[in-house]
């Protein structure tokens, strides 16, 4: 099932951009800007079986850039490739397969399925869409169920989802993201809804399984402790951009943009379930509609110069990481 010459690398993103249109006739009347800039330049590569963290405060594009590469949008800029191939480009049976090969796990399991669906019948509709054999359903729902963790699989097929826990649902809608057997996993904060006392047993659940079907991921946080836990590389957003990119011990030991130091400093222990501090840079990030020109940071950033305000920083080399900063490192 390899695309063009089986390359190591799995998602390919070069200078992506995901920009919604807002607003009406009237907003625009008003010169009010007529789109949101959720992700806005953003050059990356997954290798296959790698598993990588996407951190940042709420707003910043995370869930935006995840919705790209599971194709539930399509970049209005630049490129985001999957084996080889342009997303958006995908059709027919290729798109079929990227279906099935690419699934997002998402933030709160309750929005996620249907209520009026049987637990069998959440995990049968997959198997339905990808053209499965009705005789191989059960078996293949039953394993996916097992797979997650949820012991004496019969117990919930005829169960709604009302009548489970959080953390069991969520393991449901692990299970249906993982019954076509995908190669790539997107994970929306998916601990996020839950109870803190059911989080760890699910992050325990999603990293096994992932390290276990050797899954390339993006595991979608705003909480560096979670990341920490589950990621061994992290990649940190700022307002749709890429700030720093780097193994995640080295982030937390030692993080060089400033907006990640900010992130670092606000995370007292690597407590799944510890509480935060206020990010020490002052209230949350401006309103992507008008973001700061230049480097879309400076108005937080304490290392703050003329020229952060005309040039855009790009990404460049320091040790083990990518920066996105004029000052950083030096
Ligand atoms: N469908 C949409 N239409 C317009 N704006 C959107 C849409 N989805 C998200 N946004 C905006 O895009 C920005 C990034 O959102 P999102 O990707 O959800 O960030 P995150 O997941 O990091 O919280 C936010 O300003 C959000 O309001
Ligand atoms: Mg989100």
Known sequence: ??????????????????HYKVGNSISAMMGLPSTVKAVDGVSLTLKRGESVGLLGESGCGKTSMGRVLVRLEQVTGGSARFDGKEIGQMKGAE?????????????????????????????????????????????????????????????FLERFPHQLSGGQLQRVVMARALIL?????????????????????VLNVFRDVRD?????????????????????RTIV???????????????????????????????????????HAPLPIGAG?????????????RDRCPLVQDRCASDIPQPRKIGTRLVACHFAGS
């Open 1 to 18: 099932m390899g695309g063009d010459g089986m390359s190591d690398s799995l998602i390919e993103m070069t200078n992506a951009q995901l």
């Open 95 to 155: 798109l079929q397969a990227f279906r099935s090969r690419s699934q997002m796990i998402f933030q709160n399991p309750f929005d996620a399925v249907n209520p009026r669906y049987s637990i069998r019948r959440t995990l049968e509709e997959p198997l339905s869409n990808a053209g499965i054999k009705r005789g191989e359903w059960h078996d293949r729902v039953i394993a996916a169920l097992e797979l997650v963790g949820l012991g004496d699989p019969e117990q």
């Open 181 to 201: 057997e995908p190669e790539f996993v997107v994970a929306d904060e998916p601990v996020s809804m839950l109870d803190v006392s059911v989080r760890a047993g």
């Open 212 to 232: 276990r079907l050797g899954l390339t991921a993006i595991y979608i946080s705003h909480d560096l402790a979670l990341v920490r836990y589950v990621c061994e």
């Open 237 to 275: 957003m700022y307002l749709g951009r890429i700030m720093e990119d780097g193994p995640t011990e080295d982030i937390v030991h030692a993080p060089l943009h400033p907006y990640t130091q900010a992130l670092v400093a606000a995370v007292p222990t690597p407590h799944v379930d510890q509480s």
């Open 285 to 297: 990030a401006p309103d992507p509609r008008n973001p700061p020109s230049g480097c879309v940071f």
